[in-house]
């Protein structure tokens, strides 16, 4: 994707981000990033962030006292590739900082060896009132698996950068 097609930009970051400028509200974005989860990546992200749970980590708890048979990947390491899978085509460079997530939702199960895709729509934007050189994007997240299943979603409200004059 080169800068003249993207949302009206003249020219990205350096880094390949968008600058506040160019996010227009109910423009969706398909992300060319792709990604299959593994069981590594739901015994790393589990274990690193301390959550013992055996819906994540115990295959064997799963196939006997789970509905689903199989381990859950975790759903904090879903919402954050998702919103990882987005920054290439979107915020590389151009975020000041996130503000906050909302509406986090996850629909249906993922489950390791699934493969991912997401899209990211522009929800809305606006001026910063304090600081004349960002604005606020509020992004709306999916993510779907092979079959087109959304599994995961959330708003999430940006600072973003405008374009240096």
């Known amino acids: 994707m080169t800068a003249a097609n993207t949302a009206g930009a003249t020219t990205r970051h350096p880094r390949g981000g968008l600058w506040f400028e160019d996010f227009e509200p109910g423009r969706v974005i398909a992300h060319r990033l792709t990604r299959t989860v593994t069981q590594m990546d739901n015994m790393l992200f589990s274990n690193m962030t301390l959550n013992p749970q055996p819906l994540h980590i115990d295959a064997h708890f799963c196939a006997t006292e789970t509905e689903w048979g199989r381990p859950l990947m975790n759903s904090l390491f879903t919402l954050g590739l998702m919103i990882g899978i987005s920054v290439n085509d979107t915020t590389l460079g151009t975020t000041v900082a996130n503000l906050g997530m909302t509406d986090v939702r996850f629909p249906n199960p993922l489950f390791e060896g699934d493969s991912i895709r997401c899209t990211t729509e522009i929800a809305t934007k606006r001026e910063s009132k304090s600081r004349p050189d960002v604005g606020i994007v509020e992004f709306i997240h999916r993510a779907y698996k092979q079959d087109d299943t959304l599994v ?11 374009r240096p004059v």
């Open 152 to 162: 995961a979603e959330c708003r999430r409200q940006a600072l973003m950068r405008k």
